[in-house]
């Protein structure tokens, strides 16, 4: 199979210089750790820590009928997303299989910024566009019009603030920040449990920020941390604990599906809500030794009753834990299973969200 | 986190594994590379003290956050020992991966299997060209 070159992020030499191991992910020749998986994922925990997540991609909606657009596409209220607000929703098929998770920001009246995974961001895009033509609405990739970065920590706010004015948007706000040489669009979302921010920019300041945030304290995070602190806290990853074959009932998503402003796959997930799904999505841990992995068979009472989605060596737990598709009469927390880790049962309990509280910690 | 070396005295299997060849007796371990390569160490399962290994077949797993890797037999033989101090500490892996860090000892039941192993400067080559 011919490789197709990688994309790089503005940030690419500034990682390469630092140590970085760069590995590609969807499409993108990322960084995946610098001083090693575990030291960045407690500077998170601890203190701050910096993600470059410039491979997100991002869809600019806007017009007269914007919101009536995303409301049709998106299966959160897009009304209730105000102006400086953060809103998180996922985008079905007609059938209720999820298309991507999503987070929009409402940046005027009629326009918004939708950010995408970035093995989606083209089929996002395409789906976006298709359903377009009929509103009053212009649909337009961003992708090459940002790059963005994730600080996240419990001092993440306050490293920000270091560089930024006016003040920073609380949690599920976003405003424009002055960032020293450039003004950014920081959020207050993130993808790993702790308080902190997202920040977007222009690509040509990219280096400038990253410079200063890391002066500022913050510590380079890669993907490596960027997993193992989003499963601790039982956030999805698209691709792997849900895909176009899952709806939002079973992956456990019902909360931001509002089916009553008859987004596509709505009647779908109203079926499914009511009837219920064979599986579902839950959280677990091993209470032995062992470190569980995507795709490893989930067994109860020697029989297969599911498969690992994800799965990892949790540095604050200091565990094995997952998430699992598993028969829903069996996704109760509490219950005692079994992962089939290469051949070895490994004994597991079902846990609640999140298997990790950064609050009580 | 250790410095890169690969010792002379020891001899080296292309799959990242080491024998130190003490006669019939052999101690195995993975080397700089590999540790490097798989990232911290957080899980590694001792073999069974008794069980046979055979060149160029796995018999052990270490992993990390992000990946498991099998540990390939660089000899065949029986395990006569085992690093029992891995389980609660198997980033020893990584700060001395071959000193304390060393994961089993073997009786060879064919010591001559050593001539196919790569000394120190043909393992290095083999990852200059890698």
């Given at each position: 199979?011919?490789?197709?070159?990688?994309?790089?992020?503005?940030?690419?030499e500034?990682?390469?210089?630092?140590?970085?191991?760069?590995v590609?992910?969807?499409?993108?020749?990322?960084?995946?750790?610098?001083?090693?998986?575990?030291?960045?994922?407690?500077?998170?925990?601890?203190?701050?820590?910096?993600?470059?997540?410039?491979?997100?991609?991002e869809i600019?909606?806007s017009?007269?009928?914007?919101?009536?657009?995303?409301?049709?596409?998106?299966?959160?209220?897009?009304?209730?997303?105000?102006?400086g607000?953060?809103?998180?929703?996922?985008?079905?098929?007609?059938d209720?299989?999820?298309?991507?998770?999503?987070?929009s920001?409402?940046?005027?009246d009629?326009e918004y910024?939708?950010?995408?995974?970035?093995?989606?961001?083209?089929?996002?895009?395409?789906?976006?566009?298709a359903?377009a033509v009929?509103?009053?609405a212009?649909?337009?990739?961003?992708?090459a019009?940002?790059?963005?970065?994730?600080?996240?920590?419990?001092?993440?706010?306050?490293?920000?603030?270091?560089?930024?004015?006016?003040?920073?948007?609380?949690?599920m706000?976003?405003a424009t920040?002055g960032?020293?040489?450039?003004?950014?669009?920081?959020?207050?979302?993130?993808?790993?449990?702790?308080?902190?921010?997202?920040?977007?920019?222009?690509?040509?300041?990219?280096?400038?920020?990253?410079?200063?945030?890391?002066?500022?304290?913050?510590?380079?995070?890669?993907?490596?941390?960027?997993?193992?602190l989003?499963?601790?806290?039982?956030?999805?990853?698209?691709?792997?604990?849900?895909?176009?074959?899952?709806?939002?009932?079973?992956?456990?998503?019902?909360?931001?599906?509002?089916?009553?402003?008859?987004?596509?796959?709505s009647?779908a997930?109203a079926?499914?809500?009511?009837d219920?799904?064979?599986?579902?999505?839950?959280?677990?841990?091993?209470?032995?030794?062992g470190?569980?992995?995507?795709?490893?068979?989930?067994l109860?009472e020697?029989?297969?009753?599911?498969?690992?989605t994800?799965?990892?060596?949790?540095?604050c737990?200091?565990?094995?834990?997952?998430m699992?598709?598993?028969?829903?009469?069996?996704a109760?927390?509490?219950?005692?299973?079994?992962?089939?880790?290469?051949?070895?049962?490994?004994?597991?309990?079902?846990?609640?969200?999140?298997?990790?509280?950064?609050?009580?910690? | 986190?250790?410095?890169?070396?690969?010792?002379?005295?020891?001899?080296?299997?292309?799959?990242?594994?080491?024998?130190?060849?003490?006669?019939?007796?052999?101690?195995f371990?993975i080397?700089?590379?590999?540790q490097?390569?798989?990232?911290?160490?957080?899980?590694?399962?001792p073999?069974?003290?008794?069980?046979?290994?055979?060149?160029?077949?796995?018999?052990?797993?270490?992993?990390?956050?992000?990946?498991?890797?099998?540990?390939?037999?660089?000899?065949?033989g029986?395990?006569?020992?085992?690093?029992?101090?891995?389980?609660?500490?198997?980033?020893?892996?990584?700060?001395d991966?071959?000193?304390?860090?060393?994961?089993?000892?073997?009786?060879l039941s064919?010591?001559?299997?050593?001539?196919?192993?790569?000394?120190?400067?043909?393992?290095?080559?083999?990852?200059?060209?890698g």
């Amino acid at each position: 199979m011919a490789t197709a070159a990688l994309r790089r992020t503005p940030l690419y030499e500034a990682h390469a210089a630092a140590g970085a191991k760069l590995v590609p992910f969807a499409g993108w020749e990322m960084p995946v750790s610098y001083e090693g998986v575990r030291q960045e994922h407690v500077a998170v925990r601890t203190g701050c820590g910096v993600f470059d997540v410039s491979h997100m991609g991002e869809i600019r909606t806007s017009g007269p009928q914007a919101e009536s657009l995303l409301q049709r596409l998106l299966s959160n209220d897009v009304t209730k997303l105000e102006v400086g607000g953060a809103q998180y929703s996922v985008l079905c098929r007609p059938d209720g299989g999820i298309l991507d998770d999503l987070f929009s920001y409402r940046l005027a009246d009629d326009e918004y910024l939708t950010v995408t995974n970035a093995a989606n961001h083209e089929r996002d895009l395409e789906w976006f566009q298709a359903h377009a033509v009929d509103f009053d609405a212009e649909v337009t990739d961003a992708l090459a019009d940002y790059a963005m970065l994730a600080v996240q920590g419990p001092e993440a706010r306050g490293t920000v603030s270091a560089l930024a004015s006016p003040e920073l948007p609380p949690r599920m706000h976003t405003a424009t920040v002055g960032l020293g040489v450039v003004d950014g669009l920081v959020c207050g979302t993130g993808y790993t449990g702790e308080d902190g921010v997202e920040i977007l920019v222009e690509p040509g300041a990219a280096v400038d920020v990253w410079g200063r945030l890391i002066d500022a304290g913050a510590t380079p995070a890669g993907l490596g941390a960027r997993d193992t602190l989003r499963l601790e806290v039982c956030f999805h990853l698209y691709g792997n604990d849900m895909d176009e074959t899952r709806n939002p009932i079973e992956a456990g998503l019902g909360w931001c599906c509002k089916e009553e402003t008859d987004f596509i796959g709505s009647e779908a997930l109203a079926a499914a809500r009511a009837d219920g799904t064979d599986e579902r999505l839950a959280p677990f841990v091993l209470t032995g030794p062992g470190i569980p992995r995507q795709g490893n068979p989930v067994l109860s009472e020697g029989e297969q009753a599911g498969t690992v989605t994800s799965g990892t060596h949790s540095p604050c737990l200091e565990q094995g834990i997952g998430m699992a598709y598993l028969r829903a009469d069996l996704a109760e927390p509490g219950t005692e299973i079994e992962i089939d880790v290469r051949g070895r049962g490994r004994a597991a309990r079902i846990e609640s969200k999140p298997l990790y509280d950064p609050k009580e910690s | 986190m250790a410095e890169e070396t690969y010792p002379e005295e020891l001899k080296y299997h292309p799959e990242h594994d080491w024998a130190r060849i003490e006669g019939e007796e052999a101690t195995f371990g993975i080397t700089w590379y590999a540790q490097d390569a798989l990232g911290e160490v957080v899980f590694y399962e001792p073999p069974e003290v008794g069980a046979a290994v055979t060149k160029d077949q796995p018999y052990a797993e270490v992993e990390s956050v992000k990946a498991v890797s099998d540990v390939y037999s660089p000899l065949s033989g029986e395990i006569t020992a085992v690093n029992e101090t891995l389980s609660d500490s198997p980033e020893t892996i990584n700060e001395d991966p071959y000193g304390d860090g060393w994961l089993v000892k073997v009786k060879l039941s064919d010591p001559s299997e050593a001539d196919q192993l790569l000394d120190a400067a043909a393992y290095r080559e083999l990852l200059s060209s890698g």
